[in-house]
């Protein structure tokens, strides 16, 4: 007889398919040619990939973040306050926690 | 005759009250806004559930498994922090002070009532400031560790690198808030399931002033789920930095054609409660980057028993020591279920 997950089982493996879901669309919308930086599970080491680092960071943005450009200008600017953070206190660190890096 | 006196002068009278520290009001515990859960000594499983159904057209048949009805429970392994407050104390040393007056006769007798009433009973005052400010801004070394490792983003599922810094900027405790415990925890019941990011919603934020809280709390309150909002079986419930409602007071009362009343202000002094778009806030000692909606039950404390933290152990130190001991110990877990319906600005 077949065994049937257990429900800590089931919910590892949900887990999993999440992430992987998450990590296909980050690949499909970097290939795309603009990975939001406010989606789902983008971390900035993935973004300021894509987007070709720090200084690219408002050119790449610009108008791709809200259809409303106030909220867009309002996306930016919290992007470049809080990618600031990143510089300073968090250079680019891989953990088993972090999203995997796109190859 | 004129006076001849030699040998210095002193005061012989003081004021009668004793100038005590402020100590912030362990306003959480007293009133109990989220939940708080006694009874456990060292541990304890929290169970959540989740139940998710799927329609199928009218089958008049046999009912099959189908696997439209999902019945899903997990459970997390809780454990709870005990720690201490304790100290020598040497009432010798109040020998020559106002305190002398109330000591017993006998040269072995050095303890002061009038010390006792007067110092000595602001220490549960100040371990109730203390653990309430721990139990929402703190993180233990190895939960700073953890956080600081995790690769920020602007996006739900990251957290943001300005976070990652509030939490290193904490001051470093024995147990996790609740703050951290939202942004980092090891719940079974969340979407990854294990050690990691909390499952919060995001909602990013900037530096709060007066000028700008009503816009801040309105992407806070349109951030949250409409189902927690819409709830009305168990309100949801803002919980916001104290200075919050200096913020929210100079906002209303903004003198000019500028001023607008965003925030609803009823009662004054204890009875004094700050609603936004009809949801409460409760002000406690959060860093001041974060806010915090959800429905309350969802932040939990777990504790041996409240009462610890006003239970003061005091007695001489054994051995014919003139000195006493002071000791008071705690049990504590900050807990939250339910993660994604909470919502964290600035998380």
Redesign the interface.
């Known amino acids: 007889m077949e065994n049937k997950p257990t429900?800590?089982e089931?919910?590892?493996q949900?887990?999993k398919e999440?992430?992987a879901a998450?990590q296909k669309r980050i690949e499909d919308e970097t290939k795309a040619g603009f990975l939001?930086?406010?989606?789902?599970?983008?971390?900035?080491?993935?973004?300021l990939k894509a987007c070709g680092g720090k200084a690219n960071v408002a050119n790449y943005c610009k108008g791709m973040l809200d259809e409303d450009p106030t909220k867009d200008a309002e996306?930016l600017?919290?992007?470049l306050?809080?990618?600031?953070?990143?510089d300073?206190?968090?250079p680019?660190?891989?953990?088993e926690?972090?999203?995997k890096k796109n190859k | 005759m004129a006076i001849s006196y030699s040998g210095g002068t002193r005061n012989y009278t003081e004021l009668e009250e004793i100038q005590s520290e402020l100590y912030q009001d362990s306003k959480t515990f007293r009133e109990r806004p989220i939940e708080i859960n006694e009874g456990f000594k060292s541990g304890t499983d929290c169970y959540e559930s989740k139940v998710t159904v799927t329609m199928t057209a009218l089958n008049t048949g046999e009912v099959t498994a189908t696997g439209n009805i999902t019945l899903?429970?997990?459970k997390t392994a809780l454990t709870l922090v005990t720690f201490n407050y304790e100290d020598r104390i040497d009432d010798n040393v109040l020998k020559g002070t106002r305190f002398e007056k109330s000591m017993k006769a006998g040269a072995y007798e050095v303890v002061s009532d009038e010390f006792d009433k007067k110092v000595l009973i602001y220490i549960t005052p100040a371990i109730g400031a203390d653990l309430e400010n721990k139990i929402w801004n703190g993180a233990t070394s190895a939960t700073k560790v953890?956080v600081?490792?995790?690769?920020?983003?602007?996006?739900?599922?990251?957290i943001?690198?300005?976070a990652?810094?509030a939490v290193?900027a904490m001051p470093t405790t024995l147990f996790d808030s609740l703050l951290t415990t939202i942004l980092y925890n090891n719940s079974?019941?969340?979407?990854?399931?294990?050690?990691?990011?909390g499952d919060y919603i995001k909602v990013?934020g900037?530096t709060v002033t007066s000028a700008n809280i009503a816009a801040e709390y309105g992407k806070l309150y349109a951030g949250a789920p409409q189902i927690v909002v819409n709830n009305t079986t168990d309100t949801p419930m803002i919980f916001a930095p104290l200075g919050d409602r200096q913020l929210i007071k100079i906002a209303n009362n903004a003198v000019g054609a500028a001023q607008q009343v965003n925030f609803l202000v009823e009662g004054t002094g204890a009875n004094e409660k700050i609603y936004y778009n009809g949801i409460e806030i409760f002000f406690c000692p959060l860093g001041a980057t974060f806010r915090i909606l959800t429905i309350p039950m969802y932040l939990k404390i777990l504790m041996d028993k409240m009462a610890d933290m006003n239970s003061l152990m005091v007695d001489r130190v054994a051995n014919g020591a003139m000195q006493r001991y002071i000791k008071n110990v705690d049990s504590i877990k900050a807990w939250v279920t339910n993660q994604r319906y909470i919502t964290l600005y600035g998380g």
């Open positions: 429900p800590e089931l919910a590892i949900a887990g999440y992430k998450i939001n930086p406010f989606g789902e599970g983008v971390n900035y080491e993935q973004f996306k600017a919290f992007l306050s809080d990618l600031k953070h990143y300073k206190d968090f680019a660190e891989k953990t926690d972090s999203p | 899903g429970v997990q953890s600081a490792a995790l690769t920020p983003g602007a996006g739900q599922g990251s943001t690198a300005a990652q810094t290193a079974n019941s969340k979407t990854v399931p294990g050690a990691g990011l990013t900037t």
